[in-house]
């Protein structure tokens, strides 16, 4: 600190004092003021005292602080404050008068815009949700592929058992999204459960749950969409309706009921916010595909929603599906063996369908239709002739038969009779693309190569070997006419190797193809999955084959100007190109044989010795 010298301190407290001493009265009053004046002065001085380090720091400052600088600032702080004042209102009043007013119009609408109200909000949580899972299932494989596992080798357990870990925890994410979300999500899940020879079995045994969930609504629902739709509950319409569901699905739930004259009848309802919601669970799926897309760019399946965006809402109109199931009951009459529920239109509109109640168990419940007394080789054939007859002849393809849309029972002749269902999802294929489908087909049973590239051309498709092998899904040997309906550990591995290795060219190929063939590569799929679910009795390949070589006989004779009307040449001219192709197909198997047995003989005896990859060939 910096204090007043002592000396000069005692000097001026002495003069004071001898001066107030020779003073007069008066002046000695005058003057009694002086020592507070001092002692006023000495506090201020004490007061401003500055350590030298203080002092040096304000010496060093450019703009000191002066009192008008401090009541500037004093100022503006005061107005930012104002300022921010009405911010803050602004943002207090939206807050809460904004869920007021929707609140109050949420109360005074009508059922039908409080539905769609909710259904917007809801759609922001779906849309949330979905991102989330679709995001957390790519940062799980980035982290496992990249981090985890990085520079371990592929073959080991380790390598293995994570691998397995990260797919199941993709798999239960993607069930609990869809099983949360509801309606499109779920049947997109189901879809993917009949690609079980190239997705992960983690997937595989995760997915199949999704069979057999759907949403779980109330009975309000149900009577709020007749009302909607007929002006009354089902309760009035009906002579009976059980408002508890016999069965249930992605879009609709099946409710038993009795009419009037005691007949029982199938009734399935649509979700009553499915329509409304599809739209926007489609832009989600969209948008998601889209972030997939940018985080994994060889992963673009936008296009295939794009092209199949309006298949799948034909799919919501019950009064379409009704005309679906109708015109495939009249094109596959001549299956006697196969039932089609007649629709009764009175009760049917385009959220409502009441059809005849059939029974029957699920073509892939083995220990129900052995119960029956039934022959799984006989099931399983009429299945594939029904839906080849579909892809090859007719063109009207179903193209979701899912275990749970065909039923089977026991027919008037003791056998199988097969109940098809849900005649939503329908593709038209033309006729160009059916019998160039045929040709290839049989070409692929023949082992004709340049018969594959031609058609697989004639499709679009310049990569013929892989489509042949996407087509059939599974390897295809030129050197084995044989094609095993179980595919071997090895086989299977192949395929899943071709699905992650050449991905880019799979891409290629169902882009070049019409886009019908997609949801005929989906019905080709599914019957494959549900022939290896019953053993595969039959061998599905052949059987295809022949009746691709039958719908290209019978289409060709429809496009001449007189065998129509003919139906005996029509016949013979399908028989006889039957017949041409189950004799190239075994004279080729018997010829292979013979050769084999020959080599065999002369190696046996020491003429020849045969070499190991030509055996193998003949194999």
Not at 338 to 346: H, L, R
Not at 533 to 540: E, I, K, N, Q, W
Not at 559 to 576: E, G, Q, T, Y
Not at 588 to 610: D, N, Q
Request: aromatic share 8%; net charge positive.
């Amino acid at each position: 600190m910096l204090p007043l010298p002592e000396t000069a301190s005692a000097r001026g407290r002495f003069s004071t004092q001898h001066r107030l001493k020779r003073a007069s009265p008066a002046a000695r009053g005058r003057s009694s003021s002086a020592p507070r004046r001092g002692r006023m002065a000495g506090d201020l001085v004490r007061t401003l005292r500055l350590c030298r380090r203080h002092l040096a720091l304000l010496q060093k400052c450019s703009s000191p602080v002066t009192p008008r600088l401090l009541l500037r600032r004093s100022l503006s702080s005061h107005r930012a404050v104002r300022s921010r004042r009405p911010l803050r209102n602004l943002l207090i009043g939206v807050s809460v008068g904004v869920p007021l007013v929707v609140g109050v119009r949420y109360v005074v609408s009508d059922p039908k815009d409080q539905r769609r109200m909710r259904i917007l909000v809801e759609g922001v949580g779906r849309f949330c949700r979905s991102l989330y899972v679709g995001l957390l299932i790519s940062v799980d494989y980035w982290w496992t592929s990249s981090i985890v596992l990085r520079g371990m080798d592929e073959s080991s357990a380790d390598y293995a058992a994570a691998m397995s870990a990260c797919h199941q925890r993709a798999a239960s994410g993607m069930v609990e999204g869809a099983v949360q979300n509801g309606g499109l999500y779920i049947k997109l899940g189901q879809g993917l459960c009949a690609f079980n020879h190239l997705l992960p079995p983690e997937y595989i045994r995760t997915l199949q749950v999704l069979e057999d969930r759907a949403l779980n609504r109330r009975y309000k629902e149900v009577d709020a969409l007749f009302l909607e739709d007929f002006g009354t509950t089902p309760d009035k319409m009906f002579k009976t309706f059980d408002y508890e569901p016999v069965a249930a699905a992605s879009l609709a739930q099946v409710h038993k009921a009795e009419l009037n004259d005691g007949t029982p009848v199938a009734v399935k309802v649509q979700y009553i916010d499915l329509r409304d919601r599809f739209d926007g669970d489609i832009r989600t799926l969209e948008i998601l595909l889209d972030v997939i897309k940018f985080m994994h760019p060889s992963f673009g399946f936008r296009w295939v929603l794009k092209d199949l965006k309006g298949t799948l809402a034909q799919e919501l109109d019950f009064e379409n599906e009704g005309r679906n199931s109708e015109r495939c009951a009249e094109e596959l009459k001549h299956f006697k063996f196969i039932v089609v529920p007649k629709v009764f239109w009175g009760l049917t509109s385009k959220r409502v369908l009441t059809a005849e109640y059939c029974e029957g168990c699920k073509i892939n419940n083995v220990e129900e239709i052995k119960r029956q007394g039934l022959s799984l080789k006989d099931t399983a054939d009429k299945l594939i002739r029904t839906f080849a007859e579909q892809i090859f002849y007719t063109g009207f393809i179903h193209a979701d038969p899912h275990p749970g849309n065909v039923l089977v029972r026991r027919g008037p002749d003791k056998k199988a009779e097969l109940v098809l269902l849900d005649h939503g999802l329908y593709e038209h294929l033309s006729k160009s693309d059916r019998v160039a489908l045929c040709q290839l087909w049989r070409s692929i049973v023949l082992r004709d190569e340049a018969g594959m590239r031609r058609y697989s051309n004639d499709l679009g498709v310049k990569d013929y070997f892989l489509f042949c092998e996407m087509l059939l899904q599974r390897p295809i040997s030129m050197r084995e006419l044989t094609l095993g309906n179980v595919l071997s550990r090895e086989e299977t591995s192949y395929m899943r190797d071709m699905a992650v290795h050449h991905f880019d060219s799979v891409m290629q190929v169902l882009k070049a193809l019409p886009r019908p063939m997609l949801l005929v590569f989906r019905n080709i799929n599914t019957v494959r999955c549900i022939n290896i679910t019953l053993g595969a009795p039959v061998d599905r390949y052949f059987v295809m084959a022949k009746c691709a070589v039958r719908g290209w006989a019978k289409t060709r004779a429809d496009d001449a100007a007189v065998l129509p009307s003919l139906r005996i040449l029509r016949w013979v001219w399908s028989f006889w190109e039957n017949l041409k192709f189950e004799c190239a197909l075994r004279s080729e198997v018997a010829m292979m044989s013979l050769t084999r047995s020959l080599l065999r003989l002369l190696s046996y005896c020491g003429v020849i010795a045969v070499d190991p990859d030509v055996y193998q060939y003949l194999k």
